[in-house]
């Protein structure tokens, strides 16, 4: 039986830096089979974040294909892929859209972790869209067995990895002066 990730929009009151409270309502993704598991899921998961009262406002069905969290990334991305396939019958291309939601620090890194994602793809394919989502975290099913449990450390482990500030970008690129040259 497949899984299918729900969108939890989660309603609670927040304390700023500031120290003051404001009533905010913020989008959470669960891995679950029905839209009740998908209700206690996102319940059980927000009692260990949330010590105060809070409201469950929407749940609807996600259209992610694929979530991928990577390690030193603090924000989640949307990526809009277009398959193309050649369909033989009317001699047209073809496009299908899939939506991954791809662990990132900014576009440029969502681009290229996309492209990661994608390297073992055998067709042809676009990226013609990436934005920034407004989902706060992502919560998988997993079952508890010994091997999910493996997954699941790795993905909470990525998940919580902090991101990397590179001070400096060292530029190692090394031109060959004669091709250069002849170049121009």
């Known amino acids: 039986m497949s899984a299918t990730w729900y969108e939890c929009k989660v309603k609670y009151r ?3 830096d500031a120290g003051n409270q404001k009533v905010t309502t913020e989008p959470y ?4 089979i029905s839209y009740t ?3 206690s899921r996102i319940n059980e ?17 996600a259209n ?3 979530i991928h969290p990577f390690e ?11 398959l193309v396939a050649y369909d033989e019958e009317s001699g047209k291309e073809r496009k299908t859209n899939w939506y991954f939601l791809v662990q990132a620090n900014d576009v440029k890194e969502a681009f290229d972790n996309t492209v990661l994602t994608m390297k073992d793809t055998m067709g042809d394919y676009s990226i013609p869209a990436i934005s920034e989502s407004p ?3 992502v919560f998988p099913y997993f079952s508890g067995e010994e091997d999910e449990l493996e997954q699941l450390e790795k993905f909470n482990a990525l998940k919580a990895s902090k991101p990397e500030i590179v001070s400096e970008t060292e530029d190692t690129m090394e031109f060959d002066a004669e091709v250069v040259a002849e170049s121009y």
């Open 72 to 82: 030193n990334a603090d924000r989640w991305f949307k990526s809009k892929i277009a």
């Open 14 to 16: 927040k304390t700023d």
């Open 64 to 66: 992610y294909a694929e």
């Open 37 to 39: 598991e998908a209700e």
């Open 135 to 137: 989902i706060m975290d």
């Open 29 to 32: 993704l669960v891995d679950a």
């Open 45 to 61: 998961e927000m009692k260990a974040y949330i010590s105060e009262e809070f409201k469950i406002t929407n749940i609807k069905v």
